[in-house]
């Protein structure tokens, strides 16, 4: 059972457009619904309702389920380390795989490997369908990605994942010139009201979202690379804010255009650098990636395009 006591500041609110705006337990507004229905969700010891305005110290009590378990099998499936120790490994992440299974990737995934890697020697403390993850990112997104070893070392660099210290660079090609060298998009994020499967800008319900920008190179007026620095890590985050200044991630068929000059698959994102502090030395530890070989031949083909010469 969760506990938590609405701070003032957010009041008054509805529970539900509440709920939505939690960081852990991570619930959506319709996943805050069937809960509701299901008498989960208790308002100071009594069971809730969606639309009941929250006040300052209100105690909210959450019966979250036992997720339902999947047979998860380990497979031999080779991955790229790019470091590893007894308390978590650092994986480069190729594009085209998904971390954890879930409907329709049952196998094949990030997870399947590492359990073939690492055995029993994995994190529990997000279940049976993802153990040792403690972030992720999107299935065509390529680059870095810690698993955990031990429950303690999971706790220690969740907890850093919560307070937005953790280090997360990743490098991406946009459409457009931007003008400016450097430039942060503070937008909230959730999920979109119009399309239950993509994440949109929602300045009342959605969560605190911030991305820092630096252009690496331009491209003409056509494409720009970029370093985005995450201060937040909400889903499709990158993918999101940049499009939302008028600059969709190249390849991004759900946020950018249905179409692509190039023949690729899916965006190009890349998650280049992942830093934090050591669960066991408590000393800050930082490792990088190269752009993987579709990144490096696509900036070839833009630079021998747009070159000046």
Known sequence: MNEIQVPAEVCPIRIDQFLATLEEPEISRSYA????????????????????????????SIDLPEPV?????????????????ADFLIVNK?????????????????????????????????????????????KNT???????????????????????????????????????????????????????KKQAIDEVDGRPAVTHYHV????????????CTLETGRTHQIRVHMASIGHPVLGDEVYGPKKCPFDLEGQCLHAK?????????????????????YFKELLTKLRSKFSKN
């Open 33 to 60: 619904a069937k809960l509701l229905k299901e008498s989960r969700i208790l308002l100071n010891g009594k069971p809730a309702k969606a639309s009941t305005k929250l006040k300052a110290e209100d105690i909210l």
């Open 216 to 227: 690496l190179e331009r491209f003409g007026g056509a494409y720009t690379l970029v370093e």
């Open 94 to 138: 190729p594009k085209g795989m998904v971390v954890h299974p879930a409907a329709g990737h049952a196998t094949g995934t990030l997870v399947n490997a590492v359990m073939h890697h690492c055995g029993t020697e994995l994190s529990s403390i997000n279940g049976v369908m993802r153990p040792g993850i403690v972030h992720r990112i999107d």
């Open 273 to 293: 650098v992942l830093g934090f502090i050591h669960p066991r030395t408590g000393e800050y530890v930082e490792f990088s990636s190269e752009y993987p070989e």
């Open 142 to 196: 390529t680059g870095l990605l810690v698993v955990c070893k031990t429950d303690a070392a999971h706790q220690s660099i969740a907890a850093q994942l919560k307070v937005h210290s953790i280090t997360r660079r990743y490098a991406a090609i946009v459409i457009g010139n931007i003008k400016e060298e450097d430039g942060t998009v503070d937008a909230p994020l959730g999920r979109s009201k119009k399309d239950r």
């Open 69 to 85: 378990p999947l047979d998860v099998e380990a497979e031999d499936i080779p991955l790229d380390i790019v470091y590893e120790d």
